[in-house]
């Protein structure tokens, strides 16, 4: 555990902080479900039981999570590969349980097998086995196959097992997705109208003024209700008794520069330089004795945050609060809310997440299951060295809104939708009017200003990177405007507030000098993605004839 981190000093303490502290405190709540045995899936006739789908199933996948935070992305992209008709993190797990063991039954199909020496050189290219200086190192390695996957209750030989699945996947997506070909042509022509600089002028008109025309009486509104009511729904709310554990930081006591006296004022330039040496001297050294008192202090808490949730495992969910007060920790227990109207201290950015978010965030993920465990969150890293554990006192469920609580919404959703057909058919109208006023030799600014549309903004050789200006441009200016001819109109670019009249001027394609490259990497991630589509085809369609039954569902 965390605790016998303590035995290692200097930079190694240093390290193996930064590289296990993040991993212990993952989502880990799913592994601690009892194996008692229990039937869990039943996959092309065969019974797997929750020892099992521990094992190959909940922690690989937290475990793959874990590597992902180290900047070693290729196993959490092998779980949601396998992961097929997943809809997040909460069926995660489930699913990529059940795409690995139809990997597993296809390995022997075809007959992929990866060996061990290819397994090893896999592995020794992971960060997270990194030493100081970027390279395999070994003693790291072993740290966190002894330290970090004991958590887990995973061993040195799954995550061998892991890499060897990982490894057969990308074999077998090449096969499966060999017989689809890439046209090149049609890649080459892309890439050209990709390369364009296009110059034209738009015309913007808002929604507003068609909503303020819609008054629908109570009848519209009740009609309008009663073909969309399901899409009304409250928010879940839960409530939740929790600790936020902030370090006790000792103060940064100032060093004040005492006042030039007589004597010092005399010194020779010599003497002075010294004592100004020796007071900054004196100044990087407390800096240094107060960040190194901190980072004990940061140490010992993370320790006892990690120790926390031990005994909370060993006592099986009990004693939150009495555990927490032994810490001298004060434990908050809040009212039902939902995610959108969070207490202040649990509305709070996550510390160093690549995902970003909030903790409310990770709290409403937790999924309450038979073991007590599961309705503690793990530690949640916050602020710039907090923690936040968390348990679920309950929970309030979705349901439809009734007309009376939804009717506010229902209207404003109506009056929307209204004018937003309103919006499009008058800049379809206005469009048919420019074309003819263009015909006849106007400018399109003239045309604009003619049939009544607020004076046009133009635009020059926009490329493909070009970013629109958010206020007066559409998010898809280079887009809508790429195969439009010049001195034509495109379709009304309609978004959720305002709707823009485009008109192209000239599109020219400006050839690249390294444009064969730039095809042949073109080629080679269509190829890609082309095996990618039919590999989910075909992991899907092999788990539908699977027939998988979620046995702890009965």
């Not at 070693?72 to 396998?82: E, H, N, P, R, S």
């Not at 390369?195 to 008109?205: H, S, V």
């Amino acid at each position: 555990m965390i605790e016998n981190l303590r035995k290692y000093s200097g930079l190694m303490i240093v390290i193996f902080v930064i590289l296990f502290i993040s991993f212990f405190f993952l989502d880990s709540r799913s592994t601690r479900n009892l194996s008692s045995g229990r039937a869990m899936f039943k996959i092309a006739g065969r019974t797997y039981n929750d020892k099992e789908y521990n094992n190959l199933g909940t922690a690989p996948f937290q475990l793959a999570y874990g590597l992902a935070g180290r900047g070693d992305f290729g196993l959490i992209q092998f779980a949601m590969g396998i992961s097929a008709e997943a809809t997040g993190k909460d069926d995660g797990p489930e699913k990529f349980f059940i795409g690995r063991m139809i990997l597993r039954e296809a390995k022997q199909e075809f007959g992929v097998f990866p060996g061990e020496e290819e397994i090893s050189a896999y592995l020794q290219t992971l960060r997270a086995f990194a030493g100081p200086d970027g390279k395999f190192s070994a003693e790291t390695y072993r740290n966190f196959i002894e330290k970090g996957m004991g958590r887990l209750g995973l061993t040195e030989r799954d995550l061998r097992e892991l890499a060897s699945d990982f490894l057969a996947y990308k074999k077998i997506n090449s096969i499966v997705g060999s017989g689809l070909s890439v046209d090149r042509d049609a890649i080459a022509r892309n890439l050209a109208l990709q390369n364009q600089q296009i110059t034209g002028e738009l015309a913007k008109l808002e929604l507003s003024p068609y909503e303020d025309k819609i008054q629908p009486t109570e009848e519209d509104i009740k009609k309008y209700w009663d073909g969309v009511s399901d899409s009304f729904t409250t928010e879940p709310r839960r409530k939740f008794t929790y600790i936020v554990v902030t370090p006790d930081m000792p103060a940064d006591v100032k060093i004040d520069d005492a006042h030039e006296s007589i004597a010092d004022a005399a010194a020779s330039d010599e003497v002075k330089k010294a004592a100004a040496k020796k007071k900054e001297e004196e100044k990087a050294k407390h800096a240094a004795e107060l960040a190194s008192q901190r980072r004990t202090k940061q140490l010992e808490t993370d320790s006892l945050v990690a120790d926390f949730l031990d005994k909370l495992v060993d006592q099986t969910g009990s004693g939150f609060e009495d555990l927490a007060k032994a810490n001298k920790w004060d434990v908050k227990t809040s009212e039902f809310f939902p995610k959108s109207a969070a207490p202040k201290d649990l509305d709070i950015d996550l510390r160093a997440s690549s995902r970003g978010g909030k903790a409310v965030d990770q709290l409403f993920l937790i999924h309450e299951t038979s073991d007590p465990i599961s309705k503690i969150s793990e530690a949640i890293a916050i602020g710039e060295n907090q923690w936040i554990v968390a348990r679920l006192d309950g929970e309030e469920k979705s349901r439809a809104k009734t007309y009376e609580e939804a009717r506010a919404d229902a209207r404003a959703q109506y009056i929307s939708e209204k004018a937003a057909e309103a919006m499009k058919a008058a800049a379809n109208d206005d469009i048919s009017r420019i074309k003819i006023l263009l015909a006849a030799g106007k400018s399109f600014a003239e045309a604009a200003k003619e049939v009544g549309i607020p004076p046009a903004k133009s635009f020059t050789a926009i490329t493909s990177t070009y970013r629109p200006e958010g206020a007066t441009e559409p998010q898809n200016l280079f887009e809508a405007s790429r195969n439009i001819d010049p001195g034509s109109l495109a379709e009304v670019i309609t978004e959720s507030d305002r709707a823009f009249i485009l008109y192209v001027a000239k599109r020219e394609v400006v050839k690249a000098a390294d444009a064969a490259a730039k095809i042949d990497s073109e080629v080679a991630t269509r190829t890609t993605e082309n095996e990618t589509v039919a590999f989910t085809s075909w992991i899907t369609s092999r788990t539908d004839a699977a027939k998988v039954e979620e046995l702890y569902k009965r």
